[in-house]
T-cell receptor, first 112, second 117 residues
């Protein structure tokens, strides 16, 4: 079946460090890929998405490129801030379907 | 932005009782709402897809008689955990897909933490 695998956390970084959170997927079709972020006490928010191979999603300094050849959608940010501390979820959605398949989430902790 | 609320945010109940969780889209209409369950350090697992005015579609392994879903309007879906037991303790999250707006976008509620004693 379809699945999403994320690196386990927590990821602990100092402010202004470079961030990478790995995400790989297995899907029977051609999925759209998403990154969601969950801040403490809040619901999941869509951070960025990509709908086809080689697309790059970006938002708030975060980027992720849809790599079909490696079935990956790694999340990157050049300089993290304390306010980026949250749990990040990678997810996929098959074309024609409304349901999302999530990874387990990766907690990011950024210290001053 | 689009906001989804859940009520209550947390609930403690005795084993054998029923608990109702509400999910509301506050500033948009949604024909489709989703209910997820999340265990500690685990992914969100889809329980059911709820369409306004029709029966919910449950994922494999989810007991439809235990987790009753009602989607009576375009802004409200409810999940009732019937005869709750300690193993039902979990974090329940809903999401809603707007009728109008960006495609493939779900807006999530903040979740409801259920503890069954």
């Amino acid at each position: 079946g379809d699945s999403v695998t994320q690196m386990e956390g927590p990821v602990t970084l100092s402010e202004e460090a470079f961030l990478t959170i790995n995400c790989t997927y297995t899907a029977t079709g051609y999925p759209s890929l998403f990154w969601y972020v969950q801040y403490p006490g809040e619901g999941l928010q869509l951070l960025l998405k990509a709908t086809k191979a080689d697309d790059k999603g970006s938002n708030k300094g975060f980027e992720a490129t849809y790599r079909k050849e490696t079935t990956s959608f790694h999340l990157e940010k050049g300089s993290v801030q304390v306010s980026d501390s949250a749990v990040y979820f990678c997810a996929l959605r098959l074309s024609g379907y409304s349901t999302l398949t999530f990874g387990k989430g990766t907690m990011l902790l950024v210290s001053p | 932005g689009a906001v989804v609320s859940q009520h209550p945010s947390w609930v403690i109940c005795k084993s054998g009782t029923s608990v109702k969780i509400e999910c509301r889209s506050l500033d948009f209409q949604a024909t489709t709402m989703f209910w997820y369950r999340q265990f500690p350090k685990q992914s969100l697992m889809l329980m059911a897809t709820s369409n306004e005015g029709s029966k919910a579609t449950y994922e494999q392994g989810v007991e439809k008689d235990k987790f009753l879903i009602n989607h009576a309007s375009l802004t409200l879906s409810t999940l009732t955990v019937t005869s709750a037991h300690p193993e039902d303790s979990s974090f329940y999250i809903c999401s809603a897909e707007p009728i109008q707006g960006p495609q493939e976008t779900q807006y999530f509620g903040p979740g409801t933490r259920l503890l069954v004693l």
